[in-house]
């Protein structure tokens, strides 16, 4: 499969290594803007409950609506796309993160609320159009720079986790939610530059391609659903980790240890994979073999819990492994940078609306059920249908060459 670079993905202005360089370093510092701002909220929630009365149930929402606001406006960012380029788009998109970040500790409830949908709101813009970027500008090292993206979200969302908690101790969790204002207005100024440049729709054409077009093609539903099923994984043990461990008697203490070893194993994962998706013909093996990494991850917690820093290092490998590899097929399965809008568009809206229900159905399935055990058992076979999904959107072929 040729990764050439499409006419059409050409950008008008700014060209040669120097555009590369800076646009190269303009992604780096704006992707650390799209988890930060949301991981940095869970280690403060219990103050925010505190200091505005809200309940546990309501305090919940404010880490669950920013992946609400990803399935929503995710299928809207290709069209403002077509009318803006993608370059001013982010930028805007960029503008929106800083102003909802700044919105969310002016007042109450309802003002914190409507700050975090904005957050989230630029957030699901950036998530789709970024990709899209990297496979116009960086054709050739797609995978390479696909890792660069996907370690960076990890990194900036492990920190944001990491410094909330002490950024609070010096000046309260509005303070500590605030601080991200600051990589914001430096990724803003750096981004400043691309602003010259306007990708625009392949000639011929009215914009990018629109989504609902996408739902005909088998390849754009095995992407989509190896997304939502992959981020499935990642979110339940995320939520609820704590708990089900809690139910083998682990201390929350160690609980909190065990899911931060979860999480240096993801980046292990995006480390990883690009490497051997460079190597490989096609990516077959690779959506099998981290969908198997997460399986033994739960098949570990449901027969032998004991043994779960283990279980949870294989799961993070090959989680983080999902996440670089689904990242990177928005590209692989495109025929230029205006098809992986769309197609990212897609995969993570109806992606990230499953990883959305999933955690609020298995917690359900516990409630009535008063055991952890039957949503292992179905988290397993979620995984399952992960490694179905990788399979075959791991073939060699692009939505222009697939078999009508």
Known sequence: MSEAQNPADEPPSLNGRWR????????????I????????????LGAIQADLGLSAGIAGLLTTLPVFAFATISPLAPSVATKLGIE?????ALMLIMAGLALRVTGGS????????IVGTGIAVGNVLVPGLIRRDFPDRLATVTAIFTM???????????????????????FSLLAWLTPGIVAAVIWLPQLSSKTRPQHGAEGFPKIRGLLRSALAWQVTLLMGLQASGFYVLITWLPSILAEDGVSAATAGWVLFLFQLAILAGTMIIPVLINKLPDQKGIGVGCGVLLMIGYAGLLFHSDWVIAWMTIAGVGSG???SLCLTLFGLRA??????????????SIGYLIAAVMPLGLGFVHDV????TPALVIMIGVVAGQMIAGYLAGRPLTLSEEPS
């Open 152 to 174: 960076t979200m990890v990194i900036a969302g492990g920190v944001g986790s990491g410094i909330a908690v002490p950024l609070a101790e010096i000046g309260g969790w509005r």
């Open 369 to 372: 059920t008063g055991t952890w």
């Open 88 to 92: 001013r788009t982010l930028f805007a």
């Open 33 to 44: 803007n799209l988890r930060g701002a949301i991981t940095g909220v869970g280690p403060v």
């Open 321 to 323: 492994g999902s996440l």
């Open 335 to 348: 025929a230029n940078a205006q098809q992986t809008v769309s197609l990212s568009g897609m995969a993570q």
């Open 20 to 31: 590369t360089g800076f646009l190269l370093i303009g992604i780096i510092f704006l992707t």
């Open 110 to 117: 309802i003002i914190l609320f409507l700050g975090t949908a």
